[in-house]
């Protein structure tokens, strides 16, 4: 079974570039073969507390951000849950706090 993932994209981080980012997002996640369940596109962090949270469902593996700005000081928060995967750069930040790729 392929992990479920999800997307974040903070829109004050790069407002102009939103869009793109998404499609990034969900060509990651084809050329990886996760189960995209869906992309949050947040107009800023205010939100999180509530969508980290909801990470935690079993199942869930992965999720992939644009930049690490996108998850700001939550990096480790999610971290906990689920491994992230930025696009730029193209790197792994795992759960033991190893990133590779």
């Avoid at 949270?53 to 906990?80: E, F, K, N």
Wanted: net charge neutral.
């Amino acid at each position: 079974m392929n992990p479920r993932g999800y997307g974040i994209v903070r829109a004050d981080v790069s407002p102009s570039s939103v869009d793109g980012y998404v499609r990034d997002i969900r060509a990651l996640a084809v050329e990886r073969s996760w189960d995209l369940r869906a992309i949050f596109v947040e107009p800023s962090d205010i939100w999180f507390p509530l969508l980290v949270t909801s990470l935690g469902v079993p199942g869930t593996g992965v999720v992939i951000v644009p930049t690490p700005a996108h998850l700001g000081g939550w990096m480790d928060v999610v971290r906990r849950s689920v491994e992230v995967w930025t696009l730029y750069p193209l790197m792994r930040w795992s759960r033991t706090g190893d990133n590779c790729e």
